[in-house]
């Protein structure tokens, strides 16, 4: 391609600086585009920062302040992952999980379909300590 030609991409004459921006772009767009399982993953990981983030903290160890009053547990505690399996784990973070008063100490997720929550609860499954 000589230089005449490189100017024009898709009709817009572009600059040759940003020519090379765009060659780097775009096909990075176009793989995300086509990858839904890395589409998918972005929206989990949404969904766990706007739904779970402030209790469990980003990284899912309970280090937040919210945390610390809970006495949350640490997600990523092989030991804590292993206290239920997956069907538990919907049950009680789709119904919430109260304490031996009643107290609510886990509320029940709201806005989530069920299919997202597996998904979540899939997302919780890779936190795990190795
Ligand atoms: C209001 C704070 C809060 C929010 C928001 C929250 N959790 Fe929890 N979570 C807790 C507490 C407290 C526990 C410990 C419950 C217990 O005593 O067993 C817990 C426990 C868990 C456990 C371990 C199993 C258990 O019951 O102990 C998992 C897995 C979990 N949460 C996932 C999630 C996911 C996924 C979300 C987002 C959809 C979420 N949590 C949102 C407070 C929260």
Same mark, same amino acid.
């Given at each position: 391609?000589?230089?005449?030609?490189?100017?024009?991409?898709?009709?817009?004459?572009?600059?040759?600086?940003?020519?090379?921006?765009?060659?780097?772009? !775009?096909?990075?767009?176009?793989?995300?585009?086509?990858?839904?399982? !890395?589409?998918?993953?972005?929206?989990?990981?949404?969904?766990? +920062? /706007?739904?779970?983030?402030?209790?469990?903290?980003?990284?899912? /160890?309970?280090?937040?302040?919210?945390? /610390?009053?809970?006495?949350?547990?640490?997600?990523?505690?092989?030991?804590?992952?292993? !206290?239920?399996?997956?069907?538990?784990?919907?049950?009680?973070?789709?119904?919430?999980?109260?304490?031996?008063?009643?107290?609510?100490?886990?509320?029940?997720?709201?806005?989530? +379909?069920?299919?997202?929550?597996?998904? !979540?609860?899939?997302?919780?499954?890779?936190?795990?300590? /190795?």
């Amino acid at each position: 391609m000589n230089a005449a030609e490189s100017a024009i991409v898709c009709g817009i004459p572009v600059a040759q600086k940003s020519m090379n921006l765009r060659s780097i772009i !775009l096909p990075s767009i176009v793989a995300l585009v086509l990858t839904p399982g !890395l589409a998918r993953a972005l929206d989990i990981k949404t969904l766990w +920062t /706007k739904n779970c983030v402030q209790c469990h903290g980003e990284d899912g /160890k309970g280090g937040t302040k919210m945390g /610390k009053k809970l006495g949350i547990p640490n997600l990523t505690d092989p030991k804590v992952q292993a !206290l239920y399996a997956d069907d538990e784990l919907f049950k009680r973070i789709k119904e919430g999980v109260n304490d031996a008063d009643g107290n609510v100490r886990m509320k029940a997720v709201e806005g989530v +379909t069920d299919a997202e929550l597996k998904a !979540l609860i899939k997302y919780v499954r890779t936190i795990v300590a /190795k």
